[in-house]
């Protein structure tokens, strides 16, 4: 009966797709150092993730650079926001059998490879510019104001990669960052960094590293935490570190699609405001006036001694 019972339990397992995520992504490519791509973050439904990302990469990569000539239906076959379960996993098994194909696996446009992390993808990119496709991505959503992915949260352009140690780190940016900020070149910037899986590299060390780099390259760039107009990514996996730098950052809410398509928020009226303010400061001096016109006529010199009191109270309090 027991053997009955383990038979059955298999069976259920392979049926129900037990183990599949681990048994699909073991025999995938993962992420190296090397490479470069597009790390997407995704809400627990890494599957449906990608099937998204391929749809909405391919839509704005064909009319950025055309259609891709090797292209084989992958990421295009549904391009509904409503698409089933059944039909995500039939687009993944067909991803998957291409990317495995070695005639075609080198060449494609766009790999879904493991990133190391839950709720990450790796989305390596050829023949193509990752930063500007993603700008250009956020750009349209922010304008727009269309949603176009479920389970999307962020999209970070990745153009560097090396190894994930401090003095890997500040001797590849050394080189990596003199397009944007090497004398004559200067901008304001802040750093953005995180890590996963990876417990060696101290968050405040690594900004406070990376930030002296900056500094001596051009004395100029300033540090601009609210509205920079550079921002320098550093997202660290395992032993690999990712690095772009990336504009318009803070105005496409870090780069997530799902907070750049949201209404912003209405800015308060300022001449309501102004007028609302100005009451309070219309009744004081109407106040102050006929408090000076009554001294004046009593001809009280008490008035004007306590008037200095309280001048002089209010700079001191300053």
Same mark, same amino acid.
């Given at each position: 009966?027991?053997?009955?019972?383990?038979?059955?339990?298999?069976?259920?397992?392979?049926?129900?797709?037990?183990?599949?995520?681990?048994?699909?992504?073991?025999?995938?490519?993962?992420?190296?150092?090397?490479?470069?791509?597009?790390?997407?973050?995704?809400?627990?439904?890494?599957?449906?993730?990608?099937?998204?990302?391929?749809?909405?990469?391919?839509?704005?990569?064909?009319?950025?650079?055309?259609?891709?000539?090797?292209?084989?239906?992958?990421?295009? *076959? *549904?391009?509904?926001?409503?698409?089933?379960?059944?039909?995500?996993?039939?687009?993944?098994?067909?991803?998957?059998?291409?990317?495995?194909? *070695?005639?075609? +696996?080198?060449?494609?446009?766009?790999?879904?490879?493991?990133?190391?992390?839950?709720?990450?993808?790796?989305?390596?990119?050829?023949?193509?510019?990752?930063? +500007?496709?993603?700008?250009?991505?956020?750009?349209?959503?922010?304008?727009?104001?269309?949603?176009?992915?479920?389970?999307?949260?962020?999209?970070?352009?990745?153009?560097?990669?090396?190894?994930?140690?401090?003095?890997?780190?500040?001797?590849?940016?050394?080189?990596?960052?003199?397009?944007?900020?090497?004398?004559?070149?200067?901008?304001?910037?802040?750093?953005?960094?995180?890590?996963?899986?990876? *417990?060696?590299?101290?968050?405040?060390?690594?900004?406070?590293?990376?930030?002296?780099?900056?500094? +001596?390259?051009?004395?100029?760039?300033?540090?601009?935490?609210?509205?920079?107009?550079?921002?320098?990514?550093?997202?660290?996996?395992?032993?690999?570190?990712?690095?772009?730098?990336?504009?318009?950052?803070?105005?496409?809410?870090?780069?997530?699609?799902?907070?750049?398509?949201?209404?912003?928020?209405?800015?308060?009226?300022?001449?309501?405001?102004?007028?609302?303010?100005?009451?309070?400061?219309?009744?004081?001096?109407?106040?102050?006036?006929?408090?000076?016109?009554?001294?004046?006529?009593?001809?009280?010199?008490?008035?004007?001694?306590?008037?200095?009191?309280?001048?002089?109270?209010?700079?001191?309090?300053?």
């Amino acid at each position: 009966m027991s053997a009955v019972q383990n038979e059955s339990r298999k069976r259920s397992k392979k049926r129900y797709g037990g183990g599949h995520h681990n048994k699909r992504w073991k025999g995938s490519r993962e992420l190296e150092v090397g490479m470069e791509g597009i790390l997407i973050t995704c809400n627990m439904n890494e599957r449906k993730c990608t099937a998204e990302a391929f749809n909405l990469l391919n839509e704005y990569a064909d009319k950025l650079y055309g259609p891709e000539k090797l292209q084989d239906d992958t990421g295009s *076959s *549904s391009e509904e926001d409503e698409a089933e379960e059944e039909d995500v996993d039939v687009a993944l098994k067909k991803e998957v059998a291409q990317l495995q194909a *070695s005639g075609t +696996k080198q060449e494609r446009r766009f790999q879904a490879l493991d990133s190391g992390a839950n709720n990450v993808i790796f989305i390596r990119t050829q023949n193509l510019e990752a930063d +500007k496709l993603v700008h250009h991505i956020l750009s349209d959503l922010h304008t727009t104001k269309k949603k176009k992915s479920r389970v999307i949260l962020r999209m970070l352009p990745v153009t560097g990669t090396c190894k994930a140690f401090q003095d890997d780190m500040v001797k590849y940016l050394t080189t990596f960052l003199e397009p944007w900020f090497k004398t004559p070149n200067c901008a304001t910037y802040q750093i953005a960094f995180k890590a996963r899986n990876s *417990s060696h590299n101290k968050r405040d060390e690594i900004i406070k590293s990376i930030a002296g780099l900056v500094g +001596k390259l051009n004395p100029k760039n300033k540090v601009d935490l609210t509205n920079p107009e550079l921002t320098v990514i550093v997202e660290v996996i395992k032993a690999v570190c990712c690095i772009s730098v990336v504009k318009d950052y803070t105005l496409y809410r870090k780069y997530n699609v799902q907070e750049v398509v949201k209404e912003d928020a209405p800015k308060p009226n300022v001449t309501t405001a102004k007028t609302d303010t100005d009451k309070p400061e219309q009744k004081e001096r109407q106040i102050s006036e006929e408090t000076k016109q009554e001294g004046e006529e009593e001809n009280d010199k008490n008035v004007p001694q306590d008037n200095k009191e309280v001048d002089k109270g209010e700079g001191e309090g300053e």
